[in-house]
């Protein structure tokens, strides 16, 4: 499951990980980020939790691409990553490199309450 919601008046988009994720998953959350992000603003910060995340297919990574591209365009400031164990990673880290630009600022945290205290800095 792939859960993506906005709090406009936080200018804050939360997207969670959770069980084994796969290819119809991550469609379905390029789509509903589509809607999501037109209700924040440039500048909107992103909370990614992949703290209950089992597995994710190989074949979602051209989504997750996307995802990434389309926080870009908007115009994200700020991504906060929940990754509590280093080796689901899953690739984030790399992707990043790519698909947003230089000006974004990436903090990785292993909780949720750590993600949080980030955030509100």
């Not at 969670?16 to 909107?44: C, H, M, N, Q």
């Amino acid at each position: 499951m792939v859960q993506a919601e906005a709090d406009t008046s936080k200018n804050l988009l939360r997207v969670t990980y959770a069980g084994s994720i796969g290819l119809e998953d991550t469609r379905r959350a390029v789509e509903d980020l589509k809607g999501l992000l037109t209700g924040l603003a440039p500048g909107f910060r992103l909370l990614t939790d992949l703290s209950r995340l089992e597995r994710m297919d190989l074949a979602c990574v051209p989504d997750m691409e996307k995802m990434m591209d389309l926080c870009d365009c908007k115009g994200v400031e700020t991504v906060v990553r929940v990754i509590p164990d280093p080796q689901k990673d899953i690739g984030f880290n790399i992707l990043s490199l790519f698909h947003y630009s230089r000006q974004v600022r990436i903090i990785t945290c292993q909780t949720l309450p750590e993600a949080l205290e980030a955030l509100a800095a």
